[in-house]
Protein backbone atom coordinates (compact mmCIF):
# COMPACT_ATOMS: atom_id res chain seq x y z
CA UNK A 1 0.00 0.00 0.00
CA UNK A 2 0.96 3.20 -1.36
CA UNK A 3 0.84 5.06 1.83
CA UNK A 4 0.54 9.21 1.96
CA UNK A 5 -1.07 12.77 2.31
CA UNK A 6 -2.86 15.31 0.85
CA UNK A 7 -0.31 18.58 0.31
CA UNK A 8 -0.09 21.95 -0.81
CA UNK A 9 1.18 21.94 -4.76
CA UNK A 10 2.00 25.63 -3.64
CA UNK A 11 5.42 26.73 -6.10
CA UNK A 12 4.33 23.85 -8.44
CA UNK A 13 4.44 20.25 -8.56
CA UNK A 14 7.94 19.24 -7.59
CA UNK A 15 7.64 21.25 -4.43
CA UNK A 16 4.36 18.82 -3.66
CA UNK A 17 6.59 16.09 -3.82
CA UNK A 18 9.39 17.63 -1.38
CA UNK A 19 6.64 17.92 0.99
CA UNK A 20 5.73 14.25 0.14
CA UNK A 21 9.23 13.38 0.68
CA UNK A 22 10.03 15.55 4.18
CA UNK A 23 6.44 13.49 5.76
CA UNK A 24 7.61 9.61 4.62
CA UNK A 25 5.08 8.92 1.79
CA UNK A 26 4.52 6.57 -0.99
CA UNK A 27 1.61 8.56 -2.66
CA UNK A 28 0.87 12.53 -2.77
CA UNK A 29 -2.67 14.50 -3.63
CA UNK A 30 -2.76 17.76 -4.56
CA UNK A 31 -5.27 20.26 -6.09
CA UNK A 32 -4.59 21.48 -9.42
CA UNK A 33 -6.16 24.83 -9.39
CA UNK A 34 -7.05 26.98 -6.23
CA UNK A 35 -9.64 24.92 -4.24
CA UNK A 36 -11.63 27.71 -4.23
CA UNK A 37 -11.64 29.90 -7.86
CA UNK A 38 -12.31 28.67 -11.27
CA UNK A 39 -9.09 29.07 -13.29
CA UNK A 40 -7.37 25.97 -14.10
CA UNK A 41 -3.67 25.71 -14.12
CA UNK A 42 -1.69 24.57 -16.72
CA UNK A 43 1.72 23.36 -16.05
CA UNK A 44 4.37 24.64 -18.31
CA UNK A 45 7.39 22.37 -19.62
CA UNK A 46 9.67 23.18 -16.88
CA UNK A 47 7.58 22.43 -14.34
CA UNK A 48 6.63 19.07 -15.24
CA UNK A 49 10.18 18.59 -16.27
CA UNK A 50 11.14 19.42 -12.63
CA UNK A 51 8.42 17.36 -11.16
CA UNK A 52 9.53 14.47 -13.21
CA UNK A 53 12.99 14.99 -11.56
CA UNK A 54 11.47 15.45 -8.47
CA UNK A 55 9.74 11.84 -8.59
CA UNK A 56 12.17 9.84 -10.39
CA UNK A 57 14.31 10.87 -6.94
CA UNK A 58 12.29 10.15 -4.43
CA UNK A 59 10.17 7.33 -2.88
CA UNK A 60 7.00 8.34 -4.14
CA UNK A 61 5.45 5.76 -6.39
CA UNK A 62 2.09 7.51 -7.28
CA UNK A 63 0.48 11.09 -7.57
CA UNK A 64 -3.35 11.79 -7.04
CA UNK A 65 -5.18 14.84 -8.09
CA UNK A 66 -7.90 16.17 -6.60
CA UNK A 67 -10.67 17.77 -8.30
CA UNK A 68 -11.75 21.16 -6.58
CA UNK A 69 -14.32 21.11 -4.56
CA UNK A 70 -16.48 23.78 -6.74
CA UNK A 71 -16.87 21.17 -9.63
CA UNK A 72 -20.25 20.14 -8.72
CA UNK A 73 -21.31 17.80 -12.55
CA UNK A 74 -24.86 17.24 -11.13
CA UNK A 75 -26.14 20.90 -10.55
CA UNK A 76 -29.39 21.95 -12.32
CA UNK A 77 -27.72 24.91 -13.53
CA UNK A 78 -26.42 24.77 -17.10
CA UNK A 79 -23.35 27.66 -16.74
CA UNK A 80 -22.61 25.92 -13.55
CA UNK A 81 -22.35 22.64 -15.10
CA UNK A 82 -20.34 23.94 -18.43
CA UNK A 83 -17.78 25.24 -15.97
CA UNK A 84 -17.59 21.89 -13.77
CA UNK A 85 -16.68 20.18 -17.33
CA UNK A 86 -14.32 22.37 -17.95
CA UNK A 87 -12.28 22.44 -14.73
CA UNK A 88 -12.78 18.50 -15.08
CA UNK A 89 -11.16 18.31 -18.27
CA UNK A 90 -8.05 20.44 -17.12
CA UNK A 91 -7.88 18.35 -14.56
CA UNK A 92 -7.60 15.21 -16.10
CA UNK A 93 -5.30 16.87 -18.77
CA UNK A 94 -2.87 18.04 -15.74
CA UNK A 95 -3.20 14.58 -14.59
CA UNK A 96 -2.06 13.20 -17.96
CA UNK A 97 0.85 15.90 -18.22
CA UNK A 98 2.43 14.54 -14.73
CA UNK A 99 1.16 10.69 -14.89
CA UNK A 100 -1.16 11.09 -12.57
CA UNK A 101 -2.89 7.80 -11.15
CA UNK A 102 -5.97 9.12 -11.41
CA UNK A 103 -8.24 12.61 -11.15
CA UNK A 104 -10.46 11.84 -7.63
CA UNK A 105 -14.03 13.76 -8.10
CA UNK A 106 -16.72 14.01 -5.93
CA UNK A 107 -19.52 13.89 -8.65
CA UNK A 108 -21.95 16.46 -7.30
CA UNK A 109 -24.80 17.36 -5.64
CA UNK A 110 -28.66 17.32 -5.98
CA UNK A 111 -30.45 20.04 -4.44
CA UNK A 112 -34.06 19.91 -5.63
CA UNK A 113 -34.85 16.86 -8.19
CA UNK A 114 -34.96 13.08 -7.66
CA UNK A 115 -31.14 11.08 -8.30
CA UNK A 116 -31.63 9.52 -11.05
CA UNK A 117 -31.80 13.10 -12.65
CA UNK A 118 -28.40 14.04 -11.00
CA UNK A 119 -27.06 11.00 -11.70
CA UNK A 120 -27.67 11.06 -15.40
CA UNK A 121 -26.58 14.91 -15.37
CA UNK A 122 -23.33 14.30 -13.57
CA UNK A 123 -22.55 11.19 -16.06
CA UNK A 124 -23.05 13.05 -19.01
CA UNK A 125 -20.53 15.61 -17.70
CA UNK A 126 -18.04 12.71 -16.49
CA UNK A 127 -18.37 11.44 -20.03
CA UNK A 128 -17.80 14.26 -22.35
CA UNK A 129 -14.57 15.17 -19.85
CA UNK A 130 -13.29 11.73 -20.93
CA UNK A 131 -14.07 12.25 -24.43
CA UNK A 132 -12.30 15.35 -24.59
CA UNK A 133 -8.87 13.84 -22.39
CA UNK A 134 -6.42 11.42 -22.66
CA UNK A 135 -4.09 9.33 -20.67
CA UNK A 136 -5.44 10.14 -17.21
CA UNK A 137 -8.25 7.87 -14.88
CA UNK A 138 -10.91 9.28 -13.04
CA UNK A 139 -11.64 7.90 -9.56
CA UNK A 140 -15.31 8.89 -8.51
CA UNK A 141 -15.20 9.48 -4.65
CA UNK A 142 -17.84 7.88 -2.07
CA UNK A 143 -19.13 10.66 -0.46
CA UNK A 144 -20.53 10.95 3.05
CA UNK A 145 -23.93 11.48 1.30
CA UNK A 146 -24.46 14.48 3.07
CA UNK A 147 -26.97 17.57 1.41
CA UNK A 148 -27.97 15.18 -1.40
CA UNK A 149 -24.54 14.07 -2.59
CA UNK A 150 -23.99 11.76 -5.24
CA UNK A 151 -21.94 8.62 -4.41
CA UNK A 152 -22.81 7.61 -0.86
CA UNK A 153 -23.75 4.06 -1.72
CA UNK A 154 -22.27 1.42 -3.83
CA UNK A 155 -25.11 1.43 -6.27
CA UNK A 156 -24.84 4.95 -6.88
CA UNK A 157 -21.18 5.04 -7.81
CA UNK A 158 -22.05 2.17 -10.39
CA UNK A 159 -24.84 4.16 -11.75
CA UNK A 160 -22.49 7.23 -12.27
CA UNK A 161 -20.02 4.39 -13.70
CA UNK A 162 -22.12 2.79 -16.07
CA UNK A 163 -23.80 6.54 -17.23
CA UNK A 164 -20.80 7.52 -17.79
CA UNK A 165 -19.78 5.04 -20.62
CA UNK A 166 -18.16 2.41 -18.63
CA UNK A 167 -15.07 2.71 -19.92
CA UNK A 168 -11.46 1.20 -18.73
CA UNK A 169 -10.47 4.66 -17.55
CA UNK A 170 -13.95 5.55 -14.77
CA UNK A 171 -12.34 3.81 -11.72
CA UNK A 172 -13.66 4.48 -7.81
CA UNK A 173 -11.67 5.71 -4.56
CA UNK A 174 -12.93 4.61 -1.34
CA UNK A 175 -12.47 7.11 1.53
CA UNK A 176 -13.06 5.41 4.68
CA UNK A 177 -14.34 8.68 6.55
CA UNK A 178 -17.07 8.52 4.45
CA UNK A 179 -17.62 4.89 3.94
CA UNK A 180 -18.30 5.01 7.58
CA UNK A 181 -20.65 8.29 7.63
CA UNK A 182 -22.39 6.72 5.12
CA UNK A 183 -23.26 3.50 6.85
CA UNK A 184 -21.08 1.28 5.78
CA UNK A 185 -19.66 -0.49 9.06
CA UNK A 186 -15.70 -0.71 8.96
CA UNK A 187 -14.52 -0.19 12.32
CA UNK A 188 -13.27 -4.07 12.66
CA UNK A 189 -11.16 -6.12 9.75
CA UNK A 190 -14.11 -8.37 9.23
CA UNK A 191 -16.61 -5.32 8.95
CA UNK A 192 -14.55 -3.85 6.29
CA UNK A 193 -13.73 -6.93 4.67
CA UNK A 194 -17.96 -7.54 4.39
CA UNK A 195 -17.94 -4.06 3.02
CA UNK A 196 -15.13 -4.51 0.53
CA UNK A 197 -16.80 -7.56 -0.53
CA UNK A 198 -20.16 -5.30 -0.93
CA UNK A 199 -18.05 -3.56 -3.36
CA UNK A 200 -16.56 -5.89 -5.23
CA UNK A 201 -20.28 -7.58 -6.12
CA UNK A 202 -21.87 -3.82 -7.02
CA UNK A 203 -18.94 -2.27 -8.29
CA UNK A 204 -15.98 -4.24 -8.89
CA UNK A 205 -12.59 -4.41 -7.29
CA UNK A 206 -10.96 -3.75 -10.66
CA UNK A 207 -12.56 -0.69 -10.88
CA UNK A 208 -10.91 0.54 -7.07
CA UNK A 209 -8.30 3.04 -7.92
CA UNK A 210 -7.28 4.96 -5.14
CA UNK A 211 -8.16 5.25 -1.55
CA UNK A 212 -8.90 7.90 1.28
CA UNK A 213 -7.64 7.11 5.08
CA UNK A 214 -9.44 9.45 6.89
CA UNK A 215 -10.62 9.27 10.84
CA UNK A 216 -14.34 10.66 11.41
CA UNK A 217 -15.25 12.54 14.08
CA UNK A 218 -19.03 12.11 13.07
CA UNK A 219 -20.32 8.52 13.96
CA UNK A 220 -21.97 5.54 11.90
CA UNK A 221 -24.57 6.78 9.02
CA UNK A 222 -24.22 10.04 10.66
CA UNK A 223 -24.32 11.34 6.78
CA UNK A 224 -21.83 14.25 7.73
CA UNK A 225 -18.34 14.62 6.37
CA UNK A 226 -15.76 15.64 9.54
CA UNK A 227 -12.52 14.14 8.90
CA UNK A 228 -10.73 13.46 12.16
CA UNK A 229 -6.71 12.56 12.67
CA UNK A 230 -6.35 8.61 12.52
CA UNK A 231 -7.45 6.77 15.27
CA UNK A 232 -8.74 9.99 16.71
CA UNK A 233 -12.14 9.61 15.94
CA UNK A 234 -15.33 7.18 15.67
CA UNK A 235 -12.91 4.57 13.12
CA UNK A 236 -10.39 4.55 16.12
CA UNK A 237 -7.21 2.72 15.82
CA UNK A 238 -8.89 -0.78 14.98
CA UNK A 239 -10.91 0.90 12.13
CA UNK A 240 -8.04 2.52 10.75
CA UNK A 241 -5.33 -0.13 11.47
CA UNK A 242 -8.09 -2.43 9.22
CA UNK A 243 -8.01 -0.27 6.54
CA UNK A 244 -4.59 0.56 6.52
CA UNK A 245 -3.55 -3.68 6.35
CA UNK A 246 -6.56 -4.77 4.18
CA UNK A 247 -5.02 -7.18 1.35
CA UNK A 248 -7.61 -6.24 -1.42
CA UNK A 249 -6.02 -2.87 -0.92
CA UNK A 250 -2.62 -3.42 -1.60
CA UNK A 251 -0.60 -1.57 -4.38
CA UNK A 252 -3.03 1.24 -3.74
CA UNK A 253 -2.37 5.07 -3.18
CA UNK A 254 -4.04 5.67 -0.02
CA UNK A 255 -4.19 9.40 1.13
CA UNK A 256 -4.79 10.53 4.72
CA UNK A 257 -6.43 14.45 3.72
CA UNK A 258 -5.86 15.37 7.81
CA UNK A 259 -6.35 17.63 9.75
CA UNK A 260 -3.44 15.65 11.18
CA UNK A 261 -3.24 15.38 15.24
CA UNK A 262 -1.54 18.74 15.60
CA UNK A 263 -4.89 20.54 13.95
CA UNK A 264 -3.80 21.22 10.40
CA UNK A 265 -1.87 19.94 7.77
CA UNK A 266 -0.55 16.22 7.77
CA UNK A 267 2.56 16.33 9.35
CA UNK A 268 5.72 13.63 9.37
CA UNK A 269 4.13 12.16 12.67
CA UNK A 270 0.95 11.55 10.84
CA UNK A 271 2.50 9.81 8.60
CA UNK A 272 4.80 7.50 10.90
CA UNK A 273 1.40 7.01 12.86
CA UNK A 274 -0.46 5.67 9.37
CA UNK A 275 2.80 3.31 8.33
CA UNK A 276 2.77 2.03 12.27
CA UNK A 277 -0.83 1.27 11.73
CA UNK A 278 -0.29 -0.74 8.74
CA UNK A 279 2.26 -2.41 10.55
CA UNK A 280 0.02 -3.36 13.58
CA UNK A 281 -2.41 -4.67 11.21
CA UNK A 282 -0.33 -7.01 8.67
CA UNK A 283 0.92 -8.45 12.06
CA UNK A 284 -2.69 -8.87 13.65
CA UNK A 285 -4.34 -10.18 10.00
CA UNK A 286 -1.02 -12.70 10.16
CA UNK A 287 -2.51 -13.86 13.94
CA UNK A 288 -5.46 -14.54 13.25
CA UNK A 289 -6.17 -15.70 16.85
CA UNK A 290 -4.16 -13.22 18.86
CA UNK A 291 -6.58 -10.52 20.09
CA UNK A 292 -6.90 -7.74 17.08
CA UNK A 293 -6.62 -5.05 19.61
CA UNK A 294 -3.28 -3.12 18.84
CA UNK A 295 -1.34 -2.06 21.73
CA UNK A 296 -0.02 1.06 20.29
ZN1 LIG B 1 -12.51 13.93 -1.78
ZN1 LIG C 1 -14.26 14.11 3.42
Redesign the pocket.
Known amino acids: MLIGAHVSPAGGPAKAVARGVERGCRAIQIFNQSPRQWKPTVYDDDKVAAYKEAMEASDLEALLIHAVYLVNCASEDPELRAKSLTSLTASLRAGAALKAVGVVLHAGSALKDSSDAAIARAAAVIKEALAESDGCDLHLENT?GAGGTLGRTFEELAALIEGAGGGKRLGACL?S??LLASGYDIRTAKGLGKVVDEFDRVVGLERLGSL?V?DSMAPLGSNR?R?AALGEGELGVEGCTAFLSEPRFEGLPCVF?GPGTAGEQVEPVDMAIAWRMRAEGLRARSQPRAKARSRR
Do not use: I, V
Request: aromatic share 0%; charged share 35%.
Open positions: ADCHHNDHE
